[in-house]
């Protein structure tokens, strides 16, 4: 599918765009069009729709996320387009935004591009309506989920105990499930309310504030 595969590569840094191009030619791929900033890319789009658009996230004039939301809007109104998504950081946000548009997309980081065949068979895999993620990109979004993730201080013991409050058992009914005395499950259930940072006030209470987070952090 690679040879003769028509691409457009949108990029304000010159000399990384035109050596790309002329990579991809040699490796048989149809470079049709080239743009240096968001509304270049879109003329050339709309006038004589490619295969595939590889995309630099940040272009001018403010450097952010122009690449990002002309990809967005390319993908709007020519779905049939894969996109293929470069930057020299790991945005997470800005990526998930595009991989949240369905098949045929794909992030991968500028220093990451190393090997030619590899970067080919990357666009291949993405004009052939597959999904590539760089891993880095897979890190920081498995990172921040754990960071956003209330329960990660909680050990194993005290995830169980938590799990079985959420059921509506006492501590009693706790220890007879884990085969602990009750004792030990109120230290335990101690433990999760520091852990969680429940504080003890007059309004509220902590057991019940645990399990719902607890439900929370299923959804």
Not at 95 to 114: I, N, Q
Request: glycine share 8%; no cysteine; net charge negative.
């Amino acid at each position: 599918m690679t040879s003769g595969l028509r691409v457009v590569i949108a990029d304000d840094d010159v000399l990384l765009r035109e050596g790309l191009a002329s990579l991809l030619t040699q490796a048989g791929l149809d470079v049709v069009g080239q743009a240096g900033d968001a509304e270049e890319l879109e003329a050339l789009v709309a006038r004589d729709p490619p295969d595939l658009a590889i995309i630099d996230i940040r272009m001018p004039p403010t450097q952010n996320s122009e690449g990002l939301d002309a990809a967005l809007r390319i993908r709007k109104g020519f779905p049939e387009i894969a996109v293929l998504l470069l930057s020299a950081h790991v945005e997470v946000d800005h990526a998930l935004e595009l991989l949240d548009g369905g098949k045929g997309v794909g992030y991968l980081l500028k220093t990451r591009v190393t090997d030619v065949a590899d970067f080919v068979g990357t666009i291949d895999r993405v004009a052939g309506g597959a999904s590539v993620i760089d891993p880095a990109l897979v890190y920081e979004l498995v990172a921040a989920r754990r960071r956003d993730d209330p329960l990660a201080a909680l050990s194993t013991r005290e995830r169980e105990v938590l799990t079985l409050m959420a059921e509506g058992l006492s501590n009693a009914g706790i220890g007879r499930r884990l085969w602990i005395t009750e004792g030990t499950v109120e230290k335990h259930v101690r433990s999760i309310l520091t852990k969680l940072d429940l504080a003890e006030t007059a309004d509220d209470h902590r057991r019940v504030r645990a399990v719902i987070m607890y439900l929370d952090a299923q959804t």
